[in-house]
């Protein structure tokens, strides 16, 4: 079965208690098919410890949610040797950075110390104990959380932490017509949302999973599309609005996730149509605005788009 199939079954079975959430559901595919790691920002209450719990059913992966407080330790994610008095011997106890899907619930609630444990995992896939490297397990994807109004308490994460996930993802408000929907679902015998994703199907095996990333890894890039790629991560170096353009590591994201993309969409070659399409999540994380542009009311995203416009699109 291709990407294509795949991708639409996985996402018709999030929107079963995901409701109204397409384009972010999609986004959020994109990312994980494409081996990246994903930050949500979004008030509570909109289903973002529910996405990440459907997806790990949907999938059928190992999930192990952290929530991140001003006390939690490294050790405390990636394990730590414990002593055995009986058997008068060190043992590792593993954290519950040894999983598939692991939800880092509201990530900027924890010092720095404790965030940059999630570093090596995240870009190397594997973590160092007392001195000892152990590979995670695959597919390993981070899903980290973070509330867009609260500051107090809060460590924002920084740059080099922030580069490291593939996606920035804004969970919206939904309809008020999706939020009919929603609600509708409470009338009779209450069943929360978290239990209805326990009863979701696992509609991909790992192996399928694989043949998925196989077949994206085939797709095809033209050098005009790779020429436009750079085109827009040098044009955010340069734009005045901007005041950190984004990194080569950024061209590589918008590369991967277009491919993810246009296999979604049935095709085995990239469009341009398929880099705008991922450009604002891939990128929205990885510039900083000028102050003085912030302070005109111009947001992230619209900057961007205001780069991206003036990029030439290749025929």
């Known amino acids: 079965m291709t990407v294509e199939q795949k991708s639409r079954q996985i996402i018709e079975e999030l929107s079963k208690v995901v409701i109204g959430q397409e384009d972010f559901l999609r986004h959020l595919l994109i990312a994980f098919l494409s081996g990246g790691h994903v930050l949500m920002e979004g008030v509570p209450g909109l289903g973002k410890t529910l996405t990440a719990k459907a997806l790990a059913r949907a999938v059928r992966a190992d999930y192990k949610r952290v929530q991140f407080t001003p006390d939690l330790m490294p050790s405390d994610i990636i394990g730590t040797n414990v002593f055995n008095a009986k058997e008068a011997e060190f043992y590792l106890k593993k954290g519950p950075v040894f999983t598939n899907i692991l939800l880092a619930d509201e990530i900027n609630r924890t010092p720095p110390k404790t965030q940059s444990a999630l570093l090596e995992a995240m870009e190397e896939r594997s973590v160092t104990i007392d001195g000892t490297t152990m590979q995670l397990p695959s597919p ?176």
């Not at 790779?226 to 080569?248: E, V």
């Open 140 to 315: 390993f994807f981070v899903i980290a959380t973070q509330n867009p109004l609260e500051y107090e308490g809060t460590y924002p994460l920084p740059e080099a932490q922030l580069d490291r996930f593939l996606m920035k993802l804004y969970v919206n408000y939904i309809s008020r017509e999706n939020e009919d929907i929603l609600i509708s679902g409470y009338r009779g015998n209450f069943i929360g949302a978290h239990a209805r994703a326990e009863e979701l199907t696992a509609v991909i095996t790992p192996e399928e999973l694989e043949e998925c990333r196989k077949e994206i890894a085939a797709v095809n890039v033209e050098d005009g599309v790779l020429h436009y790629i750079t085109g827009i991560t040098f044009a955010t170096r340069q734009s005045l609005q901007i005041m950190l353009g984004a990194s080569p590591r950024a061209s590589i994201a918008l590369l991967l996730c277009a491919r993810t993309a246009a296999a979604m969409n049935g095709r085995d070659y990239v469009l341009p149509e398929d880099v705008v399409d991922i450009a604002l999540p891939v990128l929205r994380h990885r510039v900083l605005l000028r102050p003085e542009a912030g302070a005109s009311g111009l947001n992230v995203d619209n900057a961007l788009m205001n780069v991206i416009r003036k990029v030439e699109i290749p025929r």
